[in-house]
């Protein structure tokens, strides 16, 4: 399997995706010898049935103007993406939809089922925060059934993103092995592949990180295994740290966690690395 078929999911409302998450998309397409395209919403926001409300504050007029407000940052990253992604030669389509801000999460998750991987960039601000990328994110990596590539929300770098360091989280878990096998058209392609595993900081049973090595060498690609000891920090914590060591350019993870009606119950690590990865990462469940 390779990535042929990539998607990147634009916010346009509270606050707009930064274009430098564009451009590090189409760095990730170029690298992976993909086409890319891009969704963003146009959001309709439900106006409250309250008489009272309309009379003093018009409600509908505002609500008509933050939609507007969304139409226009949709517009406006879709062109900025078609002209850089164009110019590049990744480009594949762009795409606007019009939905409910409810409803904005299971709009992208419907397109990325038919994708080969979906690209979200991550927001600033509260973790908890519902209608925002994170959230995005969360249902998406939960709910499409394919890899999903999260971008953190740092500034941009000074050079092009690449993935020619890519660390794998291995804990022997299902999840763990599902984002491997994955990954393995990012792990073939990368120049260094690094195993960790964060010991003593929960039970670990099942095959160690050098029998993956031994795993991945059938395939062709030559990894390393470090076994870090946790040292009274979190998984999310000791993976940050072995990050910066191996000078990763990606993290490959299980993500662990499940659905509820509209919640989602994340692990530590899943959350951890969520939030505040120092980089890309890539996550299957």
């Given at each position: 399997?390779?990535?042929?078929?990539?998607?990147?999911?634009l916010t346009t409302y509270p606050e707009p995706t930064p274009a430098s998450a564009i451009d590090d998309a189409i760095s990730l397409a170029i690298a992976l010898e993909s086409r890319l395209?891009?969704?963003?919403?146009?959001?309709?926001?439900?106006?409250?049935?309250?008489?009272?409300?309309?009379?003093?504050?018009?409600?509908?007029?505002?609500?008509?103007?933050?939609?507007?407000?969304?139409?226009?940052?949709?517009?406006?990253?879709?062109?900025?993406?078609?002209?850089?992604?164009?110019?590049?030669?990744?480009?594949?389509?762009?795409?606007?939809?019009?939905?409910?801000?409810?409803?904005?999460?299971?709009?992208?998750?419907?397109?990325?089922?038919?994708?080969?991987?979906?690209?979200?960039?991550?927001?600033?601000?509260?973790?908890?925060?519902?209608?925002?990328?994170?959230?995005?994110?969360?249902?998406?990596?939960?709910?499409?059934?394919?890899p999903t590539i999260v971008l953190p929300p740092v500034p941009k770098r000074s050079d092009v993103m690449t993935m020619d360091t890519v660390v794998v989280a291995w804990d022997s878990s299902r999840p763990a092995a599902r984002a491997v096998a994955d990954s393995l058209p990012i792990l073939a392609k990368a120049k260094r592949t690094?195993?960790?595993?964060?010991?003593?900081?929960?039970?670990?049973?099942?095959?160690?990180?050098?029998?993956?090595?031994?795993?991945?060498?059938?395939?062709?690609?030559?990894?390393?295994?470090?076994?870090?000891?946790?040292?009274?920090?979190?998984?999310?914590?000791?993976?940050?740290?072995?990050?910066?060591?191996?000078?990763?350019?990606?993290?490959?993870?299980?993500?662990?966690?499940?659905?509820?009606?509209?919640?989602?119950?994340?692990?530590?690590?899943?959350?951890?690395?969520?939030?505040?990865?120092?980089?890309?990462?890539?996550?299957?469940?």
């Amino acid at each position: 399997m390779s990535f042929k078929d990539i998607l990147i999911a634009l916010t346009t409302y509270p606050e707009p995706t930064p274009a430098s998450a564009i451009d590090d998309a189409i760095s990730l397409a170029i690298a992976l010898e993909s086409r890319l395209s891009a969704i963003a919403c146009e959001v309709k926001i439900r106006v409250p049935g309250s008489i009272f409300g309309s009379a003093l504050l018009d409600v509908p007029a505002m609500a008509s103007t933050e939609a507007r407000k969304s139409l226009i940052n949709g517009e406006r990253l879709l062109a900025l993406f078609e002209s850089a992604a164009v110019k590049r030669g990744v480009f594949q389509d762009r795409i606007l939809e019009h939905c409910l801000t409810s409803e904005i999460a299971d709009v992208f998750v419907d397109h990325a089922r038919v994708r080969d991987l979906t690209i979200v960039p991550m927001t600033d601000g509260d973790f908890s925060a519902r209608f925002d990328a994170n959230w995005h994110a969360e249902s998406i990596i939960f709910g499409s059934g394919r890899p999903t590539i999260v971008l953190p929300p740092v500034p941009k770098r000074s050079d092009v993103m690449t993935m020619d360091t890519v660390v794998v989280a291995w804990d022997s878990s299902r999840p763990a092995a599902r984002a491997v096998a994955d990954s393995l058209p990012i792990l073939a392609k990368a120049k260094r592949t690094c195993i960790v595993t964060v010991a003593n900081e929960k039970p670990i049973r099942g095959r160690s990180g050098e029998d993956l090595v031994r795993h991945l060498a059938h395939h062709g690609i030559e990894a390393s295994f470090d076994a870090v000891n946790a040292a009274g920090r979190t998984i999310g914590e000791a993976l940050a740290s072995h990050i910066a060591v191996c000078e990763g350019d990606l993290l490959v993870m299980g993500a662990y966690g499940h659905a509820r009606i509209r919640e989602m119950v994340l692990g530590g690590a899943t959350k951890s690395m969520l939030a505040r990865s120092p980089v890309p990462v890539f996550f299957s469940h």
